[in-house]
C-alpha cells in the first residue's frame, strides 16, 4: 500500500516518555547483530529467514539499505534541512525491490555493507544527544516526526529482523529491556499513527503494561498519537510479556485481539503492510 507521509511541523506522533538515550540502544542492537552475523556460515547466510522469501542475505542486505536512509534522514533532520523522499513509497515492493539490486553481491559483501553502513548511521546519530523528539527528521510510513521517534523506528525495525534471522536459524534471541521498552512503545504508536496519516478519524486511548520490563504507558489518539507515561482514565487495556507484545503488534505472531469496536487501535501496521 502506497502511503502520503505527512509532512511539516505538526507531527501525527509526539513521544513524552522517559527513554534511554536512542543512539546508545540503537547502536547496542545492531552492534550485536553485526557480531551474531560474523560468527554465520556459508550455509546458515542461504537459509530462509522468518521473512517469507527472504534469506538471511537478503534480511542483512534490506538493513543496510535501511541504515543508509537513516543516516541521511537523521543527518539531514538535525541539520535542519528534513527530507522528503518517502512520499508514496510502498513498504511492500520498495523494500523488496532493494533487496533484489543486491542479489548478486555475496554474504561477505552484504555483511560488511551492513557493519559499514552500521557505523556511519552511529556518526550520524553522535551528535542528536538525548532523546529529542522538538528536532524534525522523516520516518517511514507517517512522514516528519521527532528524530528521537526516527532513531526509535530504526531501533524496531532492526529488533524484528534480527529476530527474523535468529529464530530462524535456531540461534537464543536477546532480550534486553531498554531495546524492548522502547520498541514496544514504538510498534504500540506507529499502527495508530499510520491509521492518523491515512485520515482516520478515531480518538481512544491504549493503556500498555509488561510488567516484566517495566513498560507502562498509554497511547492516546486524537486523532493523532501522543505517548505519555502513565494512565489515564477510560483507557483499553493492553498487557502482556513483551517480546509477544512487540512480535504480535508487528505482523509476527498471532496478532492482538481487542473488543471489537477498539481492534483499530492495533491494526494500523498490518494494514500498510498489505
Known sequence: MKLSPHYGDSPVLRLMVELPNPPDVVM??????????????????GSMSRCAGWTVKDVVAHLSSTNQFWTYSISRGLAGAPTRVLDGFDPVTGPAQLVSSSSSASSGEVLEQFLSSTEAMAGAMGSSGSFDDATIAEAPLIGHVGVGAVELHALWDSWIHERD?????????????????????????????????????????????????GADFVVAMRPNVTVIDHATSECVELSGNAVELIENLSCRGAGVSLALDHQWMVEGISIAFQ
Open 28 to 45: 547496542g542492537q545492531r552492534r550485536r547483530l553485526g557480531a551474531i552475523l560474523e560468527g554465520l556460515d556459508a550455509q546458515q547466510w
Open 165 to 213: 534471522i535468529v529464530t530462524a536459524l535456531g540461534l537464543s534471541a536477546h532480550e534486553e529491556s531498554d531495546e524492548l521498552r522502547s520498541c514496544l512503545i514504538y510498534a504500540s504508536a506507529l499502527g495508530p499513527a499510520i491509521l492518523a496519516v491515512m485520515g482516520s478519524q478515531h480518538t481512544g486511548s491504549l493503556h500498555v503494561t509488561a510488567a516484566a520490563i
